[in-house]
């Protein structure tokens, strides 16, 4: 019996340590606070950013010469070389010209014996030995000839074939033999002026009003895309080194596409641009004195398709906010709205965050801010400096 109590008793008194032990260890648990996550921020810097938009485009010659003949013959000699540089009134083919000789040669002597015949009955009639009706006859015949003679002259300088305009020649179209006509269809040889060279492009109407509306807000009185600087990217990824300017935007939209015809101007000294080059241009919209730029990983959209990003504020938490994200630059939104000068957004740690959470920033690892890519998406334009912000604003009547 005494046993049996001295046993029960020391289970109860194990039974007592345990329960007082697992008090002891909640009371740890409920004092000790969960850390803060640590999530990446951007700080948003207001910087003066130049805006562009980009479109295809094609280039083509300012002047284009498809070279004829004017009268019939054989081409006895090609007085040009292939793809060469060539000079307004330089000649380029000699055609047969011993018929249009001929005729040149008795034009002069019909014009002559007219001229003569005009002078003896002039004589005639100072004398009243002649009607006035023979001695008019006698002056028109005069007349005839002048112009038989001035036709036959023509002919026979037609007989070479000279450059209508300065530019580049392309191949021939036909050889030394080749029987020509006046006003044939296929052209002997194309001359085409390159410098400077158009670049023809096709931006959306919505896009022309939409920087008109963007003009008329900076007070400006004249569309945006008159004189706006253009940069081009060839078709192998490459900058072209020369800037050009918007020449004129056509008066018509098209029906089909909804597109309206702009061409640019671009210098081409060194003839690197050849006609029919597809190219892509950059032209420029506006400068943003004071653009906010937040890393495309930052934003988020909810249901409604509004525009959300993570805050954190001075005080350390989390703050949902909504913003106007207007577009793109390079892997950045331009926010318009809803964010301020020296802000932190969340980048890194997005889906541990909830409104109001304590958490611990740092600056993020993922952003690398770039405004713009070549074709095979490496880095490319750098933010414009102040300077050159505001010289393009200066030149091309920017926001």
Do not use: H
Request: contains cysteine.
């Amino acid at each position: 019996m005494l046993r049996d109590s001295c046993f029960f008793r020391s289970i109860f008194l194990t039974a007592l340590l345990m329960f007082s032990a697992a008090g002891c260890d909640g009371e740890k648990s409920a004092g000790r606070q969960p850390p803060s996550p640590e999530v990446g921020t951007y700080t948003v810097k207001s910087e003066p950013v130049t805006l562009t938009t980009e479109l295809p485009g094609r280039t083509i010659a300012c002047r284009v010469a498809e070279v004829r003949p004017q009268v019939n013959g054989i081409v006895q000699k090609r007085l040009f070389e292939e793809g060469s540089l060539v000079r307004e009134g330089a000649g380029l083919y000699r055609i047969d010209s011993a018929v249009y000789r001929a005729s040149y040669d008795k034009a002069l002597a019909r014009l002559q014996n007219t001229e003569r015949t005009a002078g003896r009955l002039s004589t005639l009639k100072d004398r009243q030995s002649l009607s006035a009706q023979d001695y008019e006859d006698a002056l028109y015949a005069w007349e005839q000839a002048k112009a038989d003679a001035e036709l036959a002259r023509l002919n026979l300088e037609y007989c070479q074939v000279n450059a209508p305009l300065s530019g580049r020649i392309g191949r021939s179209n036909i050889t030394e033999g080749a029987l020509v006509t006046n006003g044939q269809a296929q052209a002997l040889a194309v001359i085409q002026q390159i410098d400077p060279i158009y670049v023809d492009l096709t931006p959306a109407v919505s896009r022309i009003l939409k920087a008109d509306r963007r003009m008329e807000t900076a007070g400006a009185d004249s569309s945006f895309f008159q004189g706006a600087e253009v940069s081009l990217i060839l078709e192998d990824g490459s900058p072209y080194p020369l800037t050009g300017r918007i020449k004129f935007l056509d008066n018509e939209v098209d029906q089909g596409t909804g597109s309206v015809a702009l061409r640019a101007e671009f210098p081409n000294p060194d003839g690197k641009l050849l006609p029919g080059m597809f190219v892509r241009a950059r032209v420029v919209e506006s400068v943003r004195r004071d653009a906010a730029l937040v890393p495309q990983q930052a934003l988020t959209r909810d249901r409604e398709g509004r525009a959300l990003v993570w805050v954190v504020t001075d005080g350390g938490l989390a703050e949902r906010r909504e913003v106007t994200a207007e577009r793109t630059v390079g892997n950045t939104w331009l926010v318009t709205a809803g964010l301020a000068d020296g802000e932190r957004v969340v980048t890194e740690g997005l889906g541990r965050l909830s409104p109001g959470l304590a958490v611990t920033p740092r600056e993020a690892g993922n952003v690398n801010v770039q405004l713009a890519f070549d074709r095979d998406g490496a880095a490319g334009a750098a933010p414009e400096t102040a300077q050159r912000a505001a010289a393009l604003e200066r030149g091309a009547s920017a926001l």
